[in-house]
């Protein structure tokens, strides 16, 4: 009987970035839920969507200023905390500079 020698795809990974209204995939950059192992599904309006198939092996936000990194270990104990930001990461902005956060969302609808 043949042996097949073909080498396994690597399974694909990615940090779960969790902000303050949603969460995100590292992998496809798409909404993920906070509580997948597996990226499998893309929650949204309508039919879902399959998810890039990334497994989460960590937690991270993008809101370093809001939320903590214990915030991120109770909403997901399962998965470690990682201390760096992902690469959309902005300086963490005072809650009460309005100006600030009117700007930033600005930029935000933009992209």
């Not at 779960?16 to 496809?28: E, F, K, T």
């Amino acid at each position: 009987m043949p042996v097949n020698l073909a080498k396994a795809e690597p399974e694909p990974t990615a940090t779960l970035i969790i902000s303050r209204n949603s969460s995100r995939c590292s992998n496809c950059r798409r909404t993920a839920l906070a509580d997948q192992t597996i990226h499998d599904v893309i929650p949204g309006w309508g039919e879902p969507r399959p998810g890039c198939g990334a497994r989460f092996t960590a937690t991270t936000t993008d809101s370093p200023g809001m939320i903590t990194p214990a915030r991120l270990k109770a909403q997901r104990p399962d998965l470690p905390v990682k201390d760096d930001q992902p690469e959309t990461a902005r300086t963490s902005l005072n809650p009460g500079d309005r100006a600030a956060w009117r700007m930033l969302r600005r930029t935000d609808s933009e992209q």
